[in-house]
T-cell receptor, first 112, second 117 residues
Framework: SQKIEQNSEALNIQEGKTATLTCNYT??????LQWYRQDPGRGPVFLLL?????KEKRKERLKVTFDTTLKQSLFHITASQPADSATYLC???????????FGTGTRLQVFP | GAGVSQSPRYKVAKRGQDVALRCDPI?????LFWYQQALGQGPEFLTY????????KSGLPSDRFFAERPEGSVSTLKIQRTQQEDSAVYLC???????????????FGPGTRLTVL
């Protein structure tokens, strides 16, 4: 079956450290993968997009990697801050499905 | 406001009632999407509009769900004879370009939280 998996357990890290979130998928042929941030009571906010032929993408303190052999994307936040605390969703657009498929999200908590 | 807006933000319905959820996309955005998000889950695709044309409704869970975008801007998601399993947050998103498979950033609204008693 097709699925996208993110750690369901919350990730708790100390301010200043690097947070690393994982997104694994099975049985998809991805065209690209996106990462979104979602705060409680709000809709997701787009952060980064990485294409199937790209290995790494950076934007300020954010870095995304995409390994189509491992079927995995990693999302890194360097020098994390309490304001980075939120749920982070990965979303994949597959050649098979023609629609954006979201993972369940991982909640990140950055404490001072 | 420049963002996507949705109304109402909260809706409580008795089982069997009909509800209508409204989405105002960003002006000029061609594509409009509806998603359903259950508690603790990611958004799940419901339907897609390109202007006024509903090009994909494969995610609508039953024929009780109906969506329209008659003038290519505002969209309404209607749920008839609501059931408890319809309780969720309904998210609307829009994007500037046409097509589900282009490299589009989707802009999401805040969602409507529907509770069916």
């Amino acid at each position: 079956s097709q699925k996208i998996e993110q750690n369901s357990e919350a990730l708790n890290i100390q301010e200043g450290k690097t947070a690393t979130l994982t997104c694994n998928y099975t049985n998809y042929s991805p065209a690209y993968l996106q990462w979104y941030r979602q705060d409680p009571g709000r809709g997701p906010v787009f952060l980064l997009l990485i294409r199937e032929n790209e290995k790494e993408k950076r934007k300020e303190r954010l870095k995304v990697t995409f390994d189509t052999t491992l079927k995995q994307s990693l999302f890194h936040i360097t020098a994390s801050q309490p304001a980075d605390s939120a749920t982070y969703l990965c979303a994949l657009l597959s050649y098979n499905t023609d629609k954006l498929i979201f993972g369940t999200g991982t909640r990140l908590q950055v404490f001072p | 406001g420049a963002g996507v807006s949705q109304s109402p933000r909260y809706k409580v319905a008795k089982r069997g009632q009909d509800v209508a959820l409204r989405c105002d996309p960003i002006s000029g955005h061609v594509s409009l999407f509806w998603y359903q998000q259950a508690l603790g889950q990611g958004p799940e695709f419901l339907t897609y509009f390109q202007n006024e044309a509903q090009l994909d409704k494969s995610g609508l869970p039953s024929d009780r769900f109906f969506a329209e975008r008659p003038e290519g801007s505002v969209s309404t998601l209607k749920i008839q004879r609501t059931q408890q399993e319809d309780s969720a947050v309904y998210l609307c998103a829009s994007s500037f370009e046409a097509g589900q498979t282009t490299y589009n950033e989707q802009f999401f609204g805040p969602g409507t939280r529907l509770t069916v008693l």
